[in-house]
């Protein structure tokens, strides 16, 4: 994955890329997503849009067993409905995972609020397979 600063250059109102940043954001399986973090435009694999209200949520294949995550990362909505849950306040909760946005973790909670019973679903298959391993100890 890229882990350096890109300059992109604006042609006719599209983003030109070159040859080797085109091949490695083709690696990423072509489907881009893209947010503003302050003045930073941040680039992710975009993974499958799942509900279009909520833009920062997608699933990837191979990601968290193809759990909704937050775009671009391997933070499960579970997790952070998990840190609400524990910390019960929106300000812990990015102290927790300050790699995040707020707009991150509020869309996690929105899609949470719109589709509780599938993370539940996972929620409480994420308690089974702890509860079975610390039993095998």
């Not at 499960?76 to 707009?103: G, Q, S």
């Not at 949470?112 to 079975?132: C, L, N, P």
Request: proline share 4%; charged share 25%; hydrophobic share 35%.
């Amino acid at each position: 994955m890229i882990s350096q600063v890109l300059e992109l250059e604006i042609k006719d109102g599209k983003i030109v890329l070159n040859k080797a940043v085109a091949r490695e954001l083709s690696a990423w399986g072509g489907k881009l997503k893209g947010y503003l973090d302050g003045h930073h435009l941040v680039i992710v694999p975009g993974g499958e849009t799942i509900d279009p209200r909520h833009p920062f949520i997608s699933r990837y294949e191979n990601v968290c067993g193809g759990e909704p995550v937050i775009v671009g990362t391997r933070v499960a909505v579970r997790a952070i409905v998990e840190y609400d849950r524990l910390y019960h306040n929106l300000e812990r909760t990015l102290r927790a995972m300050p790699h995040l946005t707020r707009e991150q973790i509020q869309d996690a909670l929105g899609y949470y609020a719109d589709h509780t019973a599938e993370i539940d679903g996972f929620i409480t298959a994420d308690e089974q397979a702890y509860d079975k391993g610390a039993q095998e100890k």
